[in-house]
């Protein structure tokens, strides 16, 4: 098999110190290969969002060891770690994060250029990639000017421009309407059919029946990991689901 897009090595993530400490992360393991699509699910507060924000370096661990594309996170200082995330790292929030005053174009330029390409070079690839999210039409939009769930595409565009292979999503559909939801999650597996890695959180079963693995958290430890997401459904019916 491929080497993994990102690997975590028995991972803990303290919060904070002494009597106030919280581990919001105990002990996990996980890796991701190209090709691969893996949904993390669990409970409110059971560390998902301290996973992703560890796997995509924006933050770091307390103890054990994040790989990303084949960097330990933790040897990298943090110049080399912004680049490091730059490169090779896509995030996708539940709220798009589109910066309102640029076009659809110049918000997944904006990557290349801070990366030092040629506005034109940017540019170009930020078409192309918009164009794989199907909005070829929209490049010169606004923000204001396109329904969630192409704004979402649009920070899928933006994840995933200049060849950058690991796709971290929180929540990415949170905000849109269940169609539109599905829509997105349907181009996030296509592009990681073509290679991409992915990391995805979710809280819905059916979303995680996009995956190709499903990895349960709860009080920020991996008890359970299905090659089936349709078992899913069955682990869900024991947890408060929010
Ligand atoms: N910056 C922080 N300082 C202190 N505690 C934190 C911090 N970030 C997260 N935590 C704690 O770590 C635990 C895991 O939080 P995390 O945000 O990863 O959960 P989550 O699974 O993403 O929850 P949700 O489904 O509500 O988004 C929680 O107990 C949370 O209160
Ligand atoms: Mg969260």
Same mark, same amino acid.
């Given at each position: 098999?491929s080497?993994p897009?990102? *690997?975590?090595? #028995?991972?803990? /993530? !303290? ?6 400490a +919280?581990?919001? %992360?105990?002990g996990?393991? &996980?890796?991701?290969h190209?090709?691969e ?5 669990g409970?409110s507060?059971?560390?998902k969002?301290?996973?992703l924000n ?11 060891r ?5 960097q ?9 770690l ?8 896509g ?5 798009y994060?589109?910066?309102p005053?640029?076009t659809?174009?110049?918000?997944v330029?904006?990557? *290349?250029?801070? #990366?030092g390409q /040629? !506005?034109?070079d940017?540019?170009r690839?930020? +078409?192309q990639s %918009?164009?794989l999210?199907g &909005? ?5 939009r606004?923000?204001d ?19 950058r ?5 929180d929540?990415?559909?949170g905000?849109?309407?269940?169609h539109t ?8 597996r296509e592009?990681c059919?073509?290679?991409?890695a ?8 059916r979303h ?5 693995r499903v990895?349960f *958290? ?6 359970d ?5 349709s078992?899913?459904?069955? %682990?869900?019916?024991t947890?408060?689901?929010r």
């Amino acid at each position: 098999m491929s080497a993994p897009c990102l *690997l975590l090595d #028995d991972v803990t /993530r !303290v919060h904070g110190d002494g009597p106030t400490a +919280v581990p919001a %992360l105990s002990g996990v393991s &996980l890796s991701v290969h190209p090709g691969e699509l893996v949904a993390v699910m669990g409970p409110s507060g059971s560390g998902k969002s301290t996973l992703l924000n560890l796997a995509g370096g924006l933050d770091r661990a307390t103890s054990g060891r994040v790989v990303i594309e084949g960097q330990d996170v933790g040897a990298l200082g943090s110049r080399a770690l912004a680049e490091l995330r730059r490169r090779h790292v896509g995030f996708v929030f539940q709220d798009y994060n589109l910066i309102p005053a640029l076009t659809a174009a110049e918000n997944v330029a904006l990557p *290349l250029e801070l #990366d030092g390409q /040629r !506005v034109r070079d940017a540019r170009r690839a930020a +078409v192309q990639s %918009l164009e794989l999210m199907g &909005l070829g039409e929209l490049v010169d939009r606004y923000p204001d000017q396109m329904s969630g769930g192409q704004q979402q595409r649009v920070a899928f565009a933006r994840a995933l421009v200049g060849g950058r292979r690991l796709v971290l999503a929180d929540e990415p559909t949170g905000a849109l309407d269940t169609h539109t939801g599905e829509e997105v999650l349907r181009v996030l597996r296509e592009r990681c059919d073509a290679g991409t890695a992915g990391l995805l959180v979710t809280h819905e079963a059916r979303h995680a029946a996009w995956a190709d693995r499903v990895v349960f *958290l709860r009080d920020g430890v991996v008890v359970d990991t299905t090659g089936d997401p349709s078992d899913a459904e069955d %682990l869900l019916e024991t947890e408060p689901v929010r």
